[in-house]
T-cell receptor, first 113, second 113 residues
Framework: KQEVTQIPAALSVPEGENLVLNCSFT??????LQWFRQDPGKGLTSLLL?????REQTSGRLNASLDKSSGRSTLYIAASQPGDSATYLC????????????FGTGTKLQVIP | ETGVTQSPTHLIKTRGQQVTLRCSSQ?????VSWYQQALGQGPQFIFQ???????GRGNFPPRFSGLQFPNYSSELNVNALELDDSALYLC????????????FGPGTRLTVL
C-alpha cells in the first residue's frame, strides 16, 4: 500500500526566502507525481507534473525534482511571496491497473510580508 | 476550453438522507475521479470512472456510488448520510494514457447535521 508523507506539516517564512517542501513515498512503482496548491476551502490547482522517467520540472519560480529510487520528491519555491501562502500537496500515481492516486497530507505554507 | 466544474458549491443535509453531487469534466478528458477531503487532511480516493465504467475504488462503503455519462460528466451519490461524511468532495478529470494529469474542480462542501 502506497503511503505518502509530507514534511513539514507547516512552515512560516519571511517574504523573499527560498524554500523546499518535501514529499516521501513508500512504493517506487509510480507512473507520475503531481504537485498541487490548495487555498483554504478551495479546489486543487496543478503546479507541476513529473513523469516517472523525468528527474525534474520547472515552471516560473517553482522547480520539482523526483528521485524514484529513494522515494522522494521536492518542490523548490524561489523568492517566496505572500501570494504563495497556501497548502501544498503532492500526489503519487501508481503504475498498472487504474493507476490509483495517493495524496500526502500537505504542507501549509505561510509567507510573511 | 472549459475547466472542471462542480455543483452545488455547498450543501447541508441531515443524517440518513441521500445526496447527489455533480461534476463536469474538462473538455477532451475521459476519466473522472472523486475524492473526499476532511478538514486538515489530504484528499482520499473514493472511485474513478473511465468511459462510463467504474475502474477503481478506494476504501469507501457501497453507500458511496457513482455514474459517468456519455459526455464524461459524473455524479457521486451518497446514501444514508453519516456525520463523518461531512467533508469537501473533489472531482478531478484526466485523459487516460499520456501524462494522465489531473485537473480539479472547486469542490462541494457537504455538511451533515
Amino acid at each position: 500500500k502506497q503511503e505518502v508523507t509530507q514534511i513539514p506539516a507547516a512552515l512560516s517564512v519571511p517574504e523573499g526566502e527560498n524554500l523546499v517542501l518535501n514529499c516521501s513515498f513508500t512504493d517506487s512503482a509510480i507512473y507520475n507525481l503531481q504537485w498541487f496548491r490548495q487555498d483554504p476551502g478551495k479546489g486543487l490547482t496543478s503546479l507541476l507534473l513529473i513523469q516517472s522517467s523525468q528527474r525534474e520540472q520547472t515552471s516560473g519560480r517553482l522547480n520539482a525534482s523526483l528521485d524514484k529510487s529513494s522515494g522522494r520528491s521536492t518542490l523548490y519555491i524561489a523568492a517566496s511571496q505572500p501570494g504563495d501562502s497556501a497548502t501544498y500537496l503532492c500526489a503519487v500515481r501508481k503504475t498498472g491497473g487504474y493507476q490509483k492516486v495517493t495524496f500526502g497530507t500537505g504542507t501549509k505554507l505561510q509567507v510573511i510580508p | 476550453e472549459t475547466g472542471v466544474t462542480q455543483s452545488p458549491t455547498h450543501l447541508i443535509k441531515t443524517r440518513g438522507q441521500q445526496v447527489t453531487l455533480r461534476c463536469s469534466s474538462q473538455s477532451g478528458h475521459n476519466t473522472v475521479s472523486w475524492y473526499q477531503q476532511a478538514l486538515g487532511q489530504g484528499p482520499q480516493f473514493i472511485f474513478q470512472y473511465y468511459r462510463e465504467e467504474e475502474n477503481g475504488r478506494g476504501n469507501f462503503p457501497p453507500r458511496f456510488s457513482g455514474l459517468q455519462f456519455p459526455n464524461y460528466s459524473s455524479e457521486l451519490n451518497v446514501n444514508a448520510l453519516e456525520l463523518d461524511d461531512s467533508a469537501l468532495y473533489l472531482c478531478a478529470s484526466s485523459q487516460q494514457g499520456g501524462y494522465n494529469e489531473q485537473f480539479f474542480g472547486p469542490g462541494t462542501r457537504l455538511t451533515v447535521l
